[in-house]
C-alpha cells in the first residue's frame, strides 16, 4: 500500500529554519500534485503550499516569501523550506497527494500522518 511519511520538524526560534520532507512509498509509478496542510490546535488545517507534477507552486499568503515547496519526482519526494519561522507557524505539518498510481492501481486524496513544528518566541 501507498504511504506518506513527513519528517524534518520540530522545535525552532522565531526567526529560525527547517526544511520538512514528505516522502512517498509502495511501489509507484508517479504522483500527481502534492501539498503541504498544517493544523495548529482549536484551528481548522489549512492549505500552506501546493506544487503540480510539473513543479508549479502556490502558496498561503501567511507563508509567501518565507517558506519554499518543492519536489523529486524521481525520489517520490516533496519538501518545504521554512525561513523566518514565526510562532503562528505552530502546528501539526501535513502532506498530502491528490493522486498517486503504481502496480497496485490508483489512489486518491492521500495523506502523511503528520510532523509537529514548534516555533517558540
Known amino acids: 500500500q501507498v504511504q506518506l511519511r513527513e519528517s524534518g520538524g520540530g522545535l525552532v526560534q522565531a526567526g529560525g529554519s527547517l526544511r520538512l520532507s514528505c516522502a512517498a512509498s509502495?511501489?509507484?509509478?508517479?504522483?500527481?500534485?502534492m501539498g503541504w496542510y498544517r493544523q495548529a490546535p482549536g484551528i481548522q488545517r489549512e492549505l500552506v503550499a501546493t506544487i503540480t507534477r510539473g513543479g508549479t507552486s502556490k502558496y498561503a499568503d501567511s507563508v509567501k516569501g518565507r517558506f519554499t515547496v518543492s519536489r523529486d519526482n524521481v525520489e517520490n519526494t516533496m519538501y518545504l523550506q521554512m525561513s523566518s519561522l514565526k510562532p503562528e507557524d505552530t502546528a501539526v505539518y501535513y502532506c498530502?497527494?491528490?493522486?498517486?498510481?503504481?502496480?497496485?492501481?490508483?489512489?486518491?486524496?492521500?495523506w502523511g500522518q503528520g510532523t509537529q513544528v514548534t516555533v517558540s518566541s
Open positions: 509502495g511501489s509507484i509509478f508517479g504522483i500527481n500534485a
Open positions: 498530502n497527494a491528490d493522486r498517486i498510481w503504481g502496480v497496485w492501481g490508483t489512489r486518491r486524496d492521500i
